[in-house]
């Protein structure tokens, strides 16, 4: 049973930076790692995913050059490095582990569906 906890949220100005981390225990090895964003009455969307090998990255278009996502398979531990946070980067963040890397190629998955395990999530609130 896999179990995945965040960590890193909070609260920040426009224009700063926060680093989320996702803390896996049990089997991560081999699979996307995720991360979603959900704001109040809004739908959760896909900000970034990752690859086993850290070789597939992807962004949503709207954090694209601004976050960075990277993982430490020894430490079975994902990362999201948000930098230039703004008000509307407001939500509770989550991180999720998606299906085999070697199911999608040099693509990531961008749906929750793809995504079996969620974490609780960590809550991140840009103030302008």
């Known amino acids: 049973q896999v179990q995945l906890v965040e960590s890193g949220g909070g609260l920040v100005q426009a224009g700063g930076s926060l680093r989320l981390s996702c803390a896996a225990s049990?089997?991560?090895?081999?699979?996307?790692m995720g991360w979603f964003r959900q704001a109040p009455g809004k739908q959760r969307e896909f900000v970034s995913a990752?690859?086993?090998?850290?070789?597939?990255?992807a962004y949503a278009d709207s954090v694209k050059g601004r976050f960075t996502i990277s993982r430490d398979n020894a430490k079975n531990t994902v990362y999201l490095q948000m930098d230039s946070l703004k008000p509307e980067d407001t939500a509770n963040y989550y991180c999720?582990?998606?299906?085999?890397?070697?199911?999608?190629?040099?693509?990531?998955?961008?749906?929750?569906?793809?995504?079996?395990?969620w974490g609780q999530g960590t809550q991140v609130t840009v103030s302008s």
């Open positions: 999720a582990r998606g299906g085999a890397s070697s199911r999608y190629g040099p693509w990531a998955p961008r749906v929750p569906d793809e995504y079996g395990v």
């Open positions: 049990g089997d991560t090895r081999g699979y996307v």
């Open positions: 990752i690859s086993w090998s850290s070789v597939v990255t």
